[in-house]
């Protein structure tokens, strides 16, 4: 298994500021994935962090929005831009392990946009 | 893109009944997973799965790839106050390294 530690745990921020989320694992993991919750909602994949290039993003989702970094196997940040209320959520970061054939997840970042 | 179906949507039951719930795709996945995710927490692995027909358990907790490897189901015996929470299942398609999430049980126990 992986233990995979985000931080901050949550947040309120004000409109138009930005918020950068960091994910740290406590092992070398080849694929890392920022994911985004809606209360009560399932899981929406916003993009599959590369480690040294850039992040390969989902339908609906641009890099202008969300930046993502991973300069290393075992760190990524997320960061939400210039962020309105819509953009109020749980943020998620996630890794594979056992060669991409089990999936863990961070305990979230609770995000409010006011 | 794929579409992963889960149900039910959600489930009230009282304890010490057992829990069913299933999840089936349109295509074919090689690996089936289940989560449970408490309130301001991530989801937590409970179950993997890797082969068609696959029966595993884990506790209470009990989880079968199904032979078509379009289906999966979880099934909870006993249940108790605690396992009140989100259920998720996941599956991987085959060549890909990314999973696909089903929509939830939401479960409830009454005392």
């Known amino acids: 298994s992986a233990v995979i530690s985000q931080k901050p745990s949550r947040d309120i921020c004000q409109r138009g500021t930005s918020l950068t989320i960091q994910c740290q694992v406590d092992s070398q993991v080849t694929m890392m994935f920022w994911y985004r919750q809606q209360p009560g909602q399932s899981l929406t994949l916003i993009a599959t962090a590369n480690q040294g290039s850039e992040a390969t993003y989902e339908s609906g989702f641009v890099i202008d929005k969300f930046p993502i970094s991973r300069p290393n196997l075992t760190f990524s940040t997320l960061t939400v831009s210039n962020m309105s209320p819509e953009d109020s959520s749980i943020y998620l970061c996630?890794?594979?392990?056992?060669?991409?054939?089990?999936?863990?997840f961070g305990q979230g970042t609770r995000l409010t946009v006011v | 893109g794929q579409q992963l179906n889960q149900s039910p949507q959600s489930m009230f039951i009282q304890e010490g009944e057992d829990v069913s719930m299933n999840c089936t795709s349109s295509s074919i996945f090689n690996t089936w997973l289940w989560y449970k995710q408490d309130p301001g927490e991530g989801p937590v692995l409970l179950i993997a799965l890797y082969k068609a027909g696959e029966l595993t358990s884990n506790g209470r907790l009990t989880a079968q790839f199904g032979i078509t490897r379009k289906d999966s189901f979880l099934n909870i015996s006993a249940s108790i106050p605690s396992d009140v929470g989100i259920y998720f299942c996941a599956g991987l398609p085959y060549n890909f390294n990314k999973f696909y999430f089903g929509s939830g049980t939401k479960l409830n126990v009454k005392p």
């Open positions: 996630s890794a594979n392990t056992r060669s991409d054939t089990e999936a863990f």
